[in-house]
């Protein structure tokens, strides 16, 4: 087990079910101190409640102060993992994109701006970042989801490049499919692209475990991503094309 967790301070968002449970689990079984936070109140108390954990619902934007509260005054990991897997294009109503821009993106930023003047004080923080594969390549059917994964990644990697040199360390975890209601809810774009592959949420957390072991900025859990993101640096166009032809190929069977 990872050394730094034992008797961490950690606040996971979005851990009422899912990736976000697997990970409050993870952590707890390391020996860490876990915040479990969900919009659903039943449902963050009983991961609390299983892991010895300290429930605090509600918006993940605003449960930095009562989570720090909660751990003694000092939150050491910060999983902004809280998000919503908004379909459509670009004829998707403004309220989808602003509800995914600001769950997936402004969220982050707000608790980066919670956690930071303490972790610069300090010299250390952690800060982990759910994103996914479609954040760093995209995903089709599905543009507010894919925009704003874009824009958790971007937000990761910047938080990254600016303050590693003054302790705070990110990771952005950049799964596939994982078997999770947000899975479910991708209909026949999620069957097509995303299920054939998908994994567990428990395989999202070791792969966490294994990058903060590793002092890894991206993590990911399905290895494969890291070709399709090197094919899509190299030939844009190409990867586009091909992109294309599976979107056709969804269309088709629709």
């Not at 952590?27 to 892991?51: C, M, Q, T, Y």
């Not at 449960?63 to 720090?68: G, H, L, T």
Request: some cysteine; overall charge negative; glycine content about 12%.
């Amino acid at each position: 087990m990872v050394e730094t967790v034992q008797g961490a301070g950690v606040v996971v968002t979005g851990a009422g079910g899912g990736i976000g449970a697997a990970l409050a689990r993870r952590f707890a079984a390391g020996g860490a101190r876990v915040v479990v936070n969900d919009l659903d109140a039943d449902r963050a108390k009983a991961v609390a409640d299983e892991i010895g954990g300290i429930a605090v619902a509600g918006d993940a934007s605003l449960i930095v102060a009562e989570a720090r509260d909660a751990l003694g005054g000092t939150v050491d990991v910060y999983c902004a993992n809280a998000g919503v897997g908004s379909g459509g294009s670009e004829a998707a109503d403004e309220s989808v994109w602003a509800l995914a821009w600001d769950v997936n993106v402004m969220a982050h930023v707000r608790a980066a701006h919670a956690l930071l003047p303490d972790w610069l004080e300090r010299g250390g923080g952690r800060f982990v970042s759910t994103v996914s594969a479609a954040g760093l390549l995209t995903m089709i059917g599905a543009a507010p989801y894919s925009v704003t994964k874009h824009g958790a990644y971007a937000f990761a990697e910047w938080l990254s490049l600016t303050y590693r040199h003054r302790g705070v360390k990110v990771h952005a975890i950049c799964p596939q499919g994982v078997r999770t209601d947000m899975l479910e809810a991708t209909g026949s774009a999620g069957d097509l692209v995303l299920q054939p592959t998908a994994i567990e949420p428990e395989a999202v957390a070791d792969a966490l475990m294994k990058g903060i072991e590793e002092d890894r900025f991206l993590i990911l859990p399905h290895p494969e991503v890291a070709a399709y993101y090197q094919a899509r640096a190299a030939d844009p166009d190409r990867w586009m094309t091909n992109m294309n032809h599976l979107q056709q190929k969804w269309e088709t069977a629709e």
